[in-house]
């Protein structure tokens, strides 16, 4: 019998135990993962993205009871345990590693799956943007802006749906990377947004605020990325602890520019990606950084992920979920977790979005 066809199994257990070595490595690096280990995990000789997908959708479906039990805890504002929190803390950051070597190569094993299993009201980001964290958001909308037109089956129908302002940012932001990646189907998504834009019915959802981000991404990048470097600055030097001056002198001795250094602070920060900075939202506007990415560009080098990285505490942890209950009581709103003070929120009223103090500095030029 010819068996010239079938997959050696040295070759099928050398796969495997490369999927379980990089499993460790991103369920135990949280929001510390360095460029040199991201680009470890994405070697040509890495698992193929489809694997790492299969993986992120296993570990969405194993985190929901654990997440559901501490919205539960943190809604009561009852103390939640460390070690939930932390086992939360590291799954959802692995979901957004996830989401770059999932979509990081050839892609047409996700058209495939859509085919053959028609998906409604799914999304592959929701996940990633329900967490309320300006890293995981970014990560996600750049794997969609790899999609291409794939991605409008997914996102464009969102649109025409009533949902909550969560799900709608989700799909501007996904289609707004999209159409910065592809600029062939920028008329398409444009045109799709305006008129979502005006059927607008309360104060809520901000989509004023999101579509005139998109305008101002798609009609001069430029522009938004001088606008989001400032934001990036602030970002950079909230933190006290921080040697801003220092970190920024040494930049070049660690192989990056100030500007990068600089983008890199803002999407590796756990502020919230539903802000709203005057009539502009920080997340659509830093699109204009990453969309020219390549994936490992999300993380810093090894030197600089300690001055970068914002250490994990409990109350890290359960600032973040508060994000997702403020709509039942806000007065459990997040305490301070970033530089988001004086603004507003997309969901939710008082909820940080701001830098006001500094807006002078950052208006649309």
Not at 246 to 251: E, Q
Request: glycine residues 8%.
């Amino acid at each position: 019998m010819n068996h010239s066809n079938r997959i050696p199994t040295d070759t099928v257990d050398q796969d495997e135990a490369s999927l379980v070595g990089a499993q460790k490595v991103v369920f135990s690096s949280g929001n510390w993962l360095s460029r040199e280990a991201f680009q470890e995990l994405a070697t040509p000789t890495a698992p193929r993205g489809a694997e790492f997908f299969k993986l992120l959708v296993r570990t969405t479906i194993a985190l929901e009871e654990r997440r559901a039990g501490l919205l539960s805890t943190v809604s009561r504002n009852t103390p939640a345990d460390s070690v939930e929190l932390l086992g939360h803390w590291l799954g959802v950051h692995a979901l957004g590693h996830l989401a770059l070597l999932s979509f990081r190569d050839n892609l047409s094993w996700f058209a495939e799956m859509l085919r053959e299993m028609p998906l409604r009201q799914w999304t592959p980001t929701h996940v990633l943007v329900r967490e309320r964290i300006m890293s995981l958001a970014l990560r996600g909308a750049w794997g969609v802006g790899q999609l291409g037109e794939t991605a409008l089956a997914l996102y464009l129908p969102l649109l025409q749906r009533p949902a909550q302002p969560l799900e709608h940012f989700n799909a501007v932001l996904a289609l707004a990377m999209v159409s910065l990646k592809h600029p062939h189907l920028a008329p398409q998504v444009r045109l799709a947004l305006e008129q979502w834009a005006l059927r607008a019915t309360g104060a809520w959802g901000f989509r004023k605020e999101l579509m005139e981000s998109v305008a101002f991404v798609l009609d001069d990048p430029q522009g938004a990325r001088t606008w989001s470097t400032g934001w990036c600055r602030e970002v950079l030097s909230f933190h006290g602890a921080r040697d801003v001056a220092g970190i920024l002198a040494n930049a070049s001795a660690l192989g990056v520019s100030e500007n990068e250094l600089l983008v890199l602070a803002a999407v590796n920060d756990a502020g919230d990606c539903g802000i709203v900075l005057g009539d502009l939202v920080p997340a659509v506007l830093l699109l204009s950084h990453v969309h020219r990415w390549n994936a490992d560009g999300f993380y810093a080098p090894s030197g600089l992920v300690a001055a970068l990285t914002q250490p994990w505490t409990p109350e890290l942890s359960v600032d973040v979920l508060r994000r997702s209950v403020v709509a039942v009581d806000p007065s459990l709103g997040p305490k301070s977790s970033g530089p988001e003070r004086g603004g507003r929120g997309l969901w939710g009223g008082g909820l940080a979005a701001g830098l006001a103090s500094t807006s002078s500095d950052l208006k649309r030029r």
